[in-house]
């Protein structure tokens, strides 16, 4: 599926490329898969807080690898880099009191 972040990106989740369309020069990002899955599960529940055991349990132990919280840290920080390079707005958030995280609804399917 494809969806409109901050009516500028286009992020595909099934390849799990970021695009600008219609930029003269086309740029663009093409995560990795493991930050893939988390963006796709923060997608998929606009504005809903994820918690961080959750968030380990779908996208490392559900793919047989081991998670880590230092793991997660360096994913969620790859990902704010990288929406931010593109967009210019923070779109990640996360709760220090409970270490939960948070996508702000600033997206729309895209057809």
């Not at 663009?28 to 899955?37: Q, S, V």
């Not at 918690?51 to 790859?78: D, F, P």
């Not at 996360?94 to 057809?111: E, K, L």
Request: hydrophobic letters at 35%; aromatic letters at 8%; charged letters at 20%.
């Amino acid at each position: 599926m494809k969806y409109l972040i901050a009516h500028t990106v286009v992020y595909d989740t099934e390849s799990g490329e970021l695009t600008i369309p219609g930029a003269e020069a086309p740029e663009g990002k093409k995560l990795t898969n493991t930050a893939n899955r988390i963006l796709s599960l923060l997608i998929a529940t606009p504005g809903a807080v994820l918690e961080r055991q959750y968030l380990l349990e779908q996208v490392w132990e559900s793919a047989g690898h081991t998670s880590s919280s230092s793991s997660l840290n360096q994913y969620v920080s790859i990902l704010r880099k990288t929406l931010t390079s593109l967009t210019d707005i923070c779109l990640l958030y996360t709760s220090d009191a409970a270490d939960d995280m948070q996508c702000i609804s600033r997206w729309s399917p895209y057809q």
